[in-house]
């Protein structure tokens, strides 16, 4: 079952906060985050296992919470570079495939 | 060190016809995948494969076929192409499962196909 993401899409300009969230009916073991700029292939973010941690990567961090089956992506100070569709992936167990959700368009202007 | 190439990376095929998509990784990664993109859908799972020999099902896999004979390429084949399978697809390929702190997928640059 696909994860939702919201919003669908967002608009900032430069320097400022986003967040981007993604949660499931099922109970989650990790959550996966990519970015995909127009035109280009999905390009790793993170990836979050069970346990409710954060992780931070440059100004782009997320967290999971299990307890909701809920993960979070923050992007701060937001650059133009950040521009694309953000998807999360969510798996049910360690062995489990990773369904992506319909992905967040977030466009940062000058 | 090419990563994951796909070839070719546009078609046009018409209803009924047949074709096969190639994947090849230089990684030599275990994992690989097969989505397609279409607006609004996100990446869907097609196939994907956990080992040379071995596929499996993954979200929308109805009217394609895959194998996995070598550990480096991923083929993904349309027996008879149908206008619903116009879409954008990706290969992908990852050194370990979605479990592994480590699971990183590495995606191709993708085929646009379209199914007249």
């Known amino acids: 079952q696909q994860p939702v993401q919201s919003p669908q899409a967002v608009i900032l300009r430069e320097g400022e906060d986003a967040v981007i969230n993604c949660s499931s009916s099922?109970?989650?073991?990790?959550v996966h985050w990519y970015r995909q700029k127009h035109g280009e292939a999905p390009v790793f973010l993170m990836i979050l296992l069970k346990g409710g941690e954060q992780k931070g990567h440059d100004k782009i961090s997320a967290s999971f919470n299990e307890k909701k089956q809920q993960s979070s992506l923050y992007l701060t100070a937001s650059q133009l570079s950040y521009s694309g569709t953000y998807f999360c992936?969510?798996?049910?167990?360690?062995?489990?495939?990773?369904?992506f959700g319909p992905g967040t368009s977030l466009s940062v202007i000058p | 060190n090419a990563g994951v190439t796909q070839t070719p990376k546009f078609r046009v095929l018409k209803t009924g016809q047949s074709m096969t998509l190639l994947c090849a990784q230089d990684?030599?990664?275990?994992?690989m995948y097969w989505y397609r993109q279409d607006p609004g859908m996100g990446l869907r799972l097609i196939h994907y494969?956990?080992?040379?020999?071995?596929?499996a099902k993954g979200e929308v896999p109805d009217g394609y076929n895959v194998s996995r004979l070598k550990k480096q390429n991923f083929l993904l084949g349309l027996e008879s192409a149908a206008p619903s399978q116009t879409s954008v697809y990706f290969c992908a390929s990852s050194y370990v499962g979605s479990g592994d702190p480590y699971n990183e997928q590495f995606f191709g640059p993708g085929t646009r196909l379209t199914v007249l």
């Open positions: 992936g969510t798996a049910k167990t360690s062995y489990d495939k990773v369904i």
């Open positions: 990684m030599n990664h275990e994992y």
């Open positions: 494969s956990v080992g040379e020999g071995t596929t």
């Open positions: 099922k109970a989650l073991y990790s």
